[in-house]
């Protein structure tokens, strides 16, 4: 597992994001289960969803009710 990567978030269906703690500005990935297979590096895999975790949670508070 990549050092400093921590889940945050489940979207269920294996899917999360992930915020990498160790790189500023905290980017927030997205590790999908469709994408992802367990012979590739989970870096690899990984597809950006926000610049920062301030973006991301941002976007989140400010989503439409489901």
């Not at 500023?24 to 012979?39: A, C, F, I, M």
């Not at 990984?46 to 439409?64: F, G, M, Q, V």
């Amino acid at each position: 597992w990549p050092r400093g990567l921590v889940a945050i978030i489940d979207r269920g269906c294996v899917d999360y994001e992930l915020c990498d703690f160790i790189a500023s500005p905290h980017p927030v990935y997205l590790l999908s289960g469709d994408t992802w297979k367990p012979n590739t590096p989970v870096i690899e895999a990984l597809a950006l969803i926000a610049d920062s975790i301030e973006d991301r949670l941002e976007k989140w508070l400010h989503a439409p009710p489901l």
